[in-house]
């Protein structure tokens, strides 16, 4: 009896070892699932940087895809217009602004809409608007 008693503490600490690896992989392969398109969301973002460059208005820019931070925080505050986590959010947002590039100049533009907050969304939204944050040029 005691001898089993003295295997058994072992093989938890094996077993909790396993399961803790595991839990790891699993996380670092989810954080790292959009990892490889991190240079074609950098691509959109500098397109857009350079498309809103020359314009007078105070429009909407794309917010680099790097910051991770708000690509959190903004996926959070939007949970209800898109499946999946901020990951999910940050790459639905790209493939959106890219699918839209003939329409920058409305959608981006001085007087396109931009919401702050998910209470001011009404219900037709165009889900590019939730994925730029208003600039403020300096004088």
């Not at 969301?41 to 460059?53: A, E, G």
């Not at 999910?88 to 003939?102: G, L, Q, T």
């Not at 919401?115 to 208003?134: G, H, M, P, Q, W």
Request: hydrophobic share 35%; proline share 2%.
């Amino acid at each position: 009896m005691l001898k089993s008693k003295l295997l058994l503490a072992p093989l938890a600490g094996v077993v909790a070892t396993l399961v803790g690896a595991l839990f790891y992989a699993f996380k670092g392969s989810q954080d790292g699932r959009y990892r490889a398109k991190i240079p074609t969301y950098t691509k959109i973002f500098d397109q857009v940087k350079n498309h809103r460059k020359e314009k007078a208005d105070d429009g909407l820019y794309l917010v680099d895809p790097n910051n991770r931070e708000w690509w959190i925080k903004r996926g959070k505050e939007f949970k209800e217009f898109y499946e999946g986590d901020w990951q999910d959010f940050r790459d639905k947002c790209f493939s959106e602004v890219k699918s839209k590039e003939s329409d920058w100049d409305s959608i981006l533009g001085g007087s396109a809409d931009y919401y702050s907050d998910a209470k001011f969304i009404t219900e037709s939204v165009n889900f590019v608007t939730l994925c730029v944050e208003r600039e403020v040029k300096s004088s």
